[in-house]
């Protein structure tokens, strides 16, 4: 039963990566395509962690950590570079 919850995860999770890819890709300016890349590495954090529990491993908690981290960090300072306003203050 798990097996098949994870399996369904995977493919939502998968499609709604591919669909922030072709936003991040397609965007018409360039806060859509930082709110695409903002999706993209939560989508991304999903994905490594329904790994993790598919593969009955705790590595792959740790990598998903580390990209939340890196994540909301680029996310801040894309948002303050696009703002116009100094990034380190």
Known sequence: ???AAVT???GAFSAAFLLCL????RGPDAI???????TLYI?????II?????QDTTVYFEAALLIA?????????????LARE????
Do not use: C, H, Q
Not at 22 to 25: H, K, S
Not at 43 to 47: D, E, F, L, P, S
Not at 69 to 81: E, P
């Open 86 to 89: 100094p990034v380190i203050e």
């Open 1 to 3: 039963m798990l097996t």
């Open 69 to 81: 981290a890196v994540g909301f960090v680029s996310t801040v300072a894309l948002a303050k570079y």
């Open 50 to 54: 329904l790994l993790g529990i598919a």
């Open 32 to 38: 859509d395509r930082v709110l695409a890349l903002d």
């Open 8 to 10: 369904v995860a995977l």
């Open 22 to 25: 072709w936003r991040l890709v």
């Open 43 to 47: 989508n991304a954090i999903a994905i």
